[in-house]
């Protein structure tokens, strides 16, 4: 009868312990993906604004990289500059727009 106990107080012990562990190392899994410490933490270079779908494979997107709006065309042979605008809430000139890309009305 002593082994079968001393057997139990192992589970008992053990169980909890071996589980303790598991959920600790994937915990600082988590934390090691983040960035311990905040060390991961940064300000990000380029920020997506907003983004439509054109099609199945095409994509309007305005991005933000050093204080400039860009206004991209993501497709599948590539990404390709639309336009840009300077601060963030100024629209951009009728004369800073490529000479292939039409206005409305022309």
């Known amino acids: 009868m002593s082994a079968t106990l001393a057997y139990i107080l192992k589970l008992v012990i053990l169980i909890p312990l071996v589980a303790g562990l598991a959920w600790g190392s994937l ?3 988590r934390r090691a993906q ?3 410490g905040g060390a991961g933490r940064r300000e990000r270079l380029v920020t997506l ?3 439509t779908q054109l099609g199945a494979t095409a994509k309007l997107a305005v991005v933000e990289f050093e204080g400039k709006r860009l206004l991209i065309a993501v497709s599948r042979t590539g990404v390709q500059l639309i336009t840009e605008a300077g601060a963030p809430g100024q629209a951009p000139a009728p004369d800073q727009f490529p000479a292939h890309v039409g206005r409305f009305g022309d």
Do not use: S, V
Request: net charge negative; glycine share 12%.
């Open 49 to 51: 604004l907003d983004a």
């Open 27 to 29: 915990w600082l899994w």
């Open 34 to 36: 983040q960035g311990i």
